[in-house]
């Protein structure tokens, strides 16, 4: 997979903020699996985190021995209540959040919606974070990402990796 960039945390913040820190995991590393999923009528997905001032791409944690395809699907059905099929990759990016002594790699795919679009099932967390699924042209979702406002230190780190997604994504469709 191609990589795109390390994110660090002085990339982001060259003077430390004073922001929320979510609860949830620390340290060490992590894999995730995210997906630019496009429905139908050619609209991307994305999750507005109402609570915390940001949008975000679906998809989540590679738990234990669980393939990243099938963690993306997984990911897909739980935050946006769709069933998705892979088309292509996008890329990689890895985030050194240092506040929280966490290295995260993020591997990024092309998905459409297959079948009808369902219910999220979201975790308590998501919920309280105001989880809100929501399907836009490419270019309003980068733009959404682009002027997200986040009040937590990892919502930060979020709108840095998943715009650079979605560029990359846009540029990919003019490539195909």
Same mark, same amino acid.
């Given at each position: 997979?191609?990589?795109?960039?390390?994110?660090?945390?002085?990339?982001?913040?060259?003077?430390?903020?004073?922001?929320?820190?979510?609860?949830?995991?620390r340290?060490g590393?992590?894999?995730?699996?995210?997906?630019?999923?496009f429905?139908?009528?050619?609209?991307?997905?994305?999750?507005?985190?109402?609570?915390k001032?940001y949008?975000?791409? @679906?998809? /989540?944690g590679?738990d234990?021995? $669980?393939?990243?395809? !099938? +963690?993306?699907?997984?990911e897909?059905?739980?935050? &946006?209540g769709?069933?998705?099929?892979?088309?292509?990759?996008v890329?990689?990016?890895?985030?050194h959040?240092?506040?929280?002594?966490?290295?995260?790699?993020?591997?990024?795919?092309?998905a459409?919606?297959?079948? @009808?679009? /369902?219910?999220?099932?979201?975790? $308590?967390d998501?919920? !309280? +974070?105001?989880?809100?699924?929501?399907?836009?042209? &490419?270019?309003?979702a980068?733009?959404?990402?682009?002027?997200?406002?986040?009040?937590?230190?990892?919502?930060?780190?979020?709108?840095?990796?998943?715009l650079?997604?979605?560029?990359k994504?846009?540029a990919?469709?003019?490539e195909l």
């Amino acid at each position: 997979m191609n990589n795109l960039g390390v994110i660090k945390q002085s990339d982001i913040f060259p003077e430390l903020p004073d922001m929320e820190v979510e609860k949830g995991q620390r340290g060490g590393t992590r894999k995730a699996a995210r997906a630019v999923l496009f429905d139908s009528d050619g609209n991307v997905g994305l999750l507005h985190v109402a609570n915390k001032h940001y949008y975000k791409l @679906p998809g /989540g944690g590679i738990d234990g021995n $669980e393939e990243v395809i !099938e +963690a993306l699907k997984r990911e897909c059905r739980e935050e &946006i209540g769709c069933e998705i099929e892979v088309f292509g990759e996008v890329g990689e990016i890895t985030e050194h959040r240092n506040k929280i002594d966490l290295v995260q790699t993020s591997y990024c795919y092309l998905a459409n919606v297959v079948g @009808p679009k /369902g219910e999220p099932h979201l975790e $308590e967390d998501e919920r !309280e +974070a105001g989880f809100t699924e929501m399907w836009v042209g &490419i270019d309003e979702a980068i733009e959404l990402v682009r002027n997200s406002e986040p009040t937590t230190y990892d919502g930060a780190f979020i709108i840095v990796r998943d715009l650079k997604f979605l560029k990359k994504a846009k540029a990919l469709g003019k490539e195909l």
